[in-house]
Nanobody, 123 residues
Framework: QVQLVESGGGLVQAGGSLKLSCAASVRTFSNYIMGWFRQARGKEREFVAAITWTGDRASYGDFVNGRFTIFRDNAKNTVYLQMNSLEPEDTAVYYC????????????????WGQGTQVTVSQ
C-alpha cells in the first residue's frame, strides 16, 4: 500500500509561484512513476506532469508551456511540482499519483492518489 500526502498549496496572486510537495510512505518509491493532476471545480481531472523512476525524463500537459517543473528526490520519497507564472486558470485541487498501469497522462490508470491540495490564484 502506498500513501501519498500533498502539501504546499495556498493562495497566490497571478504571476506568483508555488512549490507543491508529495511525500510517499513506501520503501520502494524509486520504483514508481509519479504524476501530478489537477481538478478545477466542475471540470474533469487533468494531467499536469509525470516523471520517470530516476527523474531523468518528464512530461507535461499542453497548458503548462514551460511554467511548471516536476522533479523528485528518491532519498526523501518526495516528488515536487514547482509552479511559476501562475494564472487564475491554474486554480484547482492538485493531486499527486503513483504507479500508472498504462498511460501516465490518464488519471484512471494510476493506482494510488493523495488527498489533494488546493491552489488558488487571484487576479
Amino acid at each position: 500500500q502506498v500513501q501519498l500526502v500533498e502539501s504546499g498549496g495556498g493562495l497566490v496572486q497571478a504571476g506568483g509561484s508555488l512549490k507543491l510537495s508529495c511525500a510517499a510512505s513506501v520503501r520502494t518509491f524509486s520504483n514508481y512513476i509519479m504524476g501530478w493532476f489537477r481538478q478545477a471545480r466542475g471540470k474533469e481531472r487533468e494531467f499536469v506532469a509525470a516523471i520517470t523512476w530516476t527523474g531523468d525524463r518528464a512530461s507535461y500537459g499542453d497548458f503548462v508551456n514551460g511554467r511548471f517543473t516536476i522533479f523528485r528526490d528518491n532519498a526523501k520519497n518526495t516528488v515536487y511540482l514547482q509552479m511559476n507564472s501562475l494564472e487564475p486558470e491554474d486554480t484547482a485541487v492538485y493531486y499527486c499519483a503513483a504507479n500508472p498501469r498504462s498511460r501516465y497522462d490518464v488519471a484512471d490508470g494510476y493506482d494510488y492518489w493523495g488527498q489533494g491540495t488546493q491552489v488558488t490564484v487571484s487576479q
